[in-house]
C-alpha cells in the first residue's frame, strides 16, 4: 500500500529536518578549543617564527604524511590555494591546457585559469567520476596536466589514468576535495598521482573553516610548492633534507597556527567521521537494493575504499529526478541535484571563458587548437548529472536518522511510481 507523500499532504516522515549535512564541522569539541587557545596564549599565530612558536602547522603536516604514508605535505590556507600551488610546482602556465572533469566543483577549473592555463573538460561515467575513455578526444600536444578529481568520496578509475598519463607522459595531480580519507586499491587517493590536493573548507570530510594541503613524494616538487607558497621562500631546507635549487616569484599562501591547531585535534577524529557514515550509507544501501530492486544506486570503483559522504541515486528521466528532490525534501529529508545538474563548463563564466583580465586572459592564448566550450561537449555529464540526486551523509546522524531516510526513499519511490518509468536506452544504462 501507498502512503501520501507529503507533498500530497500526507504527513511527512519527519518532522524536523536532518542534521547539517557537514562532516568535521559537527565534531568540534573541547579538543578544538583547547588547542586553539594554546596557540592564542602564545601569541604565536605565524607558522614559522613567534615570541613562543607551537609548530602547530607543522605537527599537523607530520601527522598528515605519517597516516598517507607520504613524503611531503604542505598545509596551505584552502584547497584552491593548493590546486595553484600544485600547478606551479609542475611549471604549468600560460599556452598550457590542463584536463579537468566536466564534473567536479568550480574551483578545480578556476584554479588552473588562475595559474595561467586553460582547462579541457572530460566527460563524466556512471560513478559520477571522469569518463577515462574520453580522455584521448581532448588530448593534444597543448595539453600538460591532468587533474583526477576525486568526487563526492569515492575514487576514480586511477589505474587507468596513470596508465592515459604515462603513454602522453603528463603529470597527474590528484584533487581529494570532497574525499579524505579514501583509498583506491588499498591506497590513499592524493599519493597515487606526482601531487595531491586537499581542502579543510566548512563541508568537507575534516575542517577548520579554511584550509588545503599539497602532498607528493617528490622533493623537487614539494620544494616548488613550498616556495610558490610562500612568496619564494624556502624555510624549511633543514628539515626536509633536500638541496634547494629553484628559484622564483611567489605568492602567499600559507597556513596559519589556530587552522593548523584545529586541524591536528580534527585529524585525530578522521576514522570516527569515516566510519560512522560508512556505516549509514551501507545500512542505507542494503536497505534500498532490497525494498526497491530497481533502484540504481551510485557504482563505485572501490567500494571498500568510498568514505561514503553522499548517497547518490540514479533515476530514469530528468523529470523523475527533478520529482524525487522535490517529493524527499517535504518529506523533511535533505535531497539536492550535484551542481544544480549542470556540468561546469555550462556555467556563463566559463561558457563565455570570462576572466578579469585584457581580452580574457589566459583564454586569449592562440592555441593551434582552440578551446571551446559548448552544449553537448560532455553529453553524458550534461544528461546524467540531470537524473542524479544526492542525499548528503553526516556522521552525527542517528541509527533513527538512517531509517527515516530510507523510509523516504521508499516512499517517494513508491508514491512517484518511480520503479516504473523505463530506462533510457544508453550505454551507460
Ligand atoms: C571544495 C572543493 C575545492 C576547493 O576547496 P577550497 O578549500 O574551498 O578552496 C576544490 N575541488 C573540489 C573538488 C572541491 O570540492
Not at 601569541?43 to 604524511?65: D, H, I, K, T
Not at 561515467?125 to 569518463?131: A, I, V
Not at 584550509?211 to 624556502?234: C, K
Not at 541509527?399 to 519511490?413: F, G, L, N, R
Amino acid at each position: 500500500m501507498k502512503e501520501q507523500m507529503a507533498i500530497n499532504g500526507g504527513e511527512p516522515v519527519r518532522s524536523k529536518p536532518l542534521p547539517p549535512m557537514l562532516r568535521g564541522a559537527m565534531v568540534y569539541g573541547e579538543e578544538e578549543t583547547e588547542h586553539v587557545a594554546k596557540v592564542v596564549t602564545a601569541g604565536s599565530p605565524f607558522r614559522y617564527y613567534g615570541p613562543n612558536l607551537q609548530g602547530a602547522v607543522e605537527e599537523f603536516e607530520r601527522l598528515m604524511a605519517e597516516r598517507l604514508n607520504v613524503s611531503y605535505v604542505l598545509g596551505v590556507s584552502s584547497c584552491t590555494a593548493a590546486l595553484i600551488v600544485a600547478l606551479k610546482a609542475l611549471g604549468i602556465g600560460y599556452g598550457d591546457k590542463v584536463i579537468v572533469p566536466a564534473n567536479t566543483f568550480t574551483a578545480t577549473a578556476g584554479a588552473v585559469v588562475c595559474a595561467n592555463a586553460v582547462p579541457v573538460f572530460v566527460d563524466m561515467d556512471d560513478t559520477l567520476n571522469m569518463d577515462v575513455d574520453d580522455l584521448e578526444r581532448v588530448m593534444d600536444d597543448e595539453v600538460k596536466a591532468i587533474i583526477a578529481v576525486h568526487i563526492n568520496g569515492s575514487a576514480c578509475d586511477m589505474d587507468r589514468v596513470m596508465a592515459f598519463a604515462r603513454k602522453y607522459d603528463l603529470p597527474v595531480i590528484e584533487d581529494v576535495a570532497q574525499s579524505l580519507g579514501c583509498t583506491y586499491k588499498g591506497r590513499y587517493c592524493g599519493t597515487i598521482g606526482d601531487i595531491g590536493v586537499y581542502s579543510f573548507q566548512m563541508q568537507k570530510i575534516l575542517t577548520a573553516g579554511e584550509g588545503g594541503a599539497v602532498v607528493t613524494n617528490s622533493p623537487e616538487l614539494f620544494e616548488r610548492a613550498a616556495r610558490y607558497h610562500d612568496q619564494g621562500n624556502f624555510r624549511d631546507k633543514g628539515k626536509h633534507q633536500i638541496t634547494p635549487k629553484f628559484s622564483f616569484i611567489g605568492q602567499n599562501y600559507r597556513m596559519n597556527e589556530m587552522t593548523g591547531a584545529v586541524m591536528i585535534e580534527q585529524w585525530k577524529k578522521l576514522d570516527t567521521v569515516i566510519s560512522a557514515m560508512r556505516k549509514h550509507h551501507q545500512t542505507i544501501r542494503e536497505a534500498l537494493n532490497t525494498q526497491l530492486p530497481g533502484i540504481r544506486i551510485r557504482p563505485s570503483i572501490d567500494l571498500q575504499g568510498d568514505v561514503d559522504c553522499v548517497f547518490a541515486l540514479q533515476h530514469a528521466t530528468k523529470a523523475a529526478a527533478d520529482s524525487f528532490v522535490k517529493a524527499m525534501n517535504a518529506e523533511n529529508i535533505f535531497c539536492f541535484k550535484m551542481y544544480g545538474g549542470e556540468p561546469i563548463y555550462m556555467q556563463s563564466f566559463f561558457l563565455h571563458q570570462r576572466t578579469t583580465d585584457k581580452d580574457n586572459f589566459p583564454f586569449n592564448y592562440p592555441f593551434q587548437k582552440p578551446v571551446i566550450y559548448s552544449k553537448g561537449m560532455c553529453p553524458h555529464a550534461e544528461d546524467l548529472l540531470q537524473r542524479t540526486t544526492l542525499l548528503p551523509v553526516s556522521p552525527v546522524m542517528t541509527d533513527e536518522d538512517t531509517q527515516d531516510i530510507i523510509k523516504a526513499v521508499v516512499k517517494v519511490y513508491k508514491g512517484l511510481n518511480l520503479e516504473e518509468i523505463s530506462w533510457p536506452n544508453s550505454s551507460l544504462a
